[in-house]
């Protein structure tokens, strides 16, 4: 995951930075996606991010200079059922979720299709240059 990371942020061009991640069961994703996205169903990645502004921006310390982009969940038991599904290995699929996840952090996004075909291009970019081909 670290290096999943690490290419996005090369990529990107990004300043110095942090993420967190976090691997949970399905029953604990699905309260996290109940509370914050009002969605009473497990999922298999979540994104908050801490780029994100609000009206009043808010200043956040940083530890060691380097900028926090925020959390990322993922569930495990949805990671082994998407691999199978799409006939490929659990790591390559904790792979393209953590790559997935990482581009939402950043404000990607697929809700349009031209957006969706930038971000899915831009995953499977950095997946193929670290060896997680499908």
């Given at each position: 995951?670290?290096?999943i990371?690490?290419?996005?942020a090369v990529?990107e061009?990004l300043?110095?930075?942090e ?5 949970v069961?399905?029953e604990?994703i699905?309260a996290?996606n ?8 497990p ?6 991010s801490?780029l994100e502004?609000t009206?009043?921006e808010i ?5 060691y200079?380097?900028q ?6 993922i569930?495990?038991?949805k990671t082994e059922?998407?691999?199978?599904e799409y ?8 792979a393209?979720?953590t790559?997935h ?8 996004d ?7 075909a ?6 499977e970019e ?5 060896g997680?081909v499908r």
């Amino acid at each position: 995951m670290e290096r999943i990371c690490a290419a996005i942020a090369v990529a990107e061009d990004l300043a110095p930075s942090e993420v967190s991640i976090t691997v949970v069961d399905e029953e604990t994703i699905q309260a996290y996606n109940n509370t914050y996205r009002m969605i009473d169903a497990p999922t298999d990645v979540l994104s908050f991010s801490m780029l994100e502004t609000t009206e009043e921006e808010i200043e956040f310390e940083t530890l060691y200079d380097r900028q926090m982009l925020g959390d990322l969940i993922i569930c495990w038991e949805k990671t082994e059922r998407q691999a199978l599904e799409y006939g490929h290995s659990v790591e390559r699929e904790l792979a393209f979720l953590t790559a997935h996840g990482m581009f939402h952090l950043l404000g990607y996004d697929h809700q349009i299709p031209d957006e969706e075909a930038a971000m899915m291009r831009k995953q499977e970019e950095v997946l193929t240059a670290l060896g997680f081909v499908r």
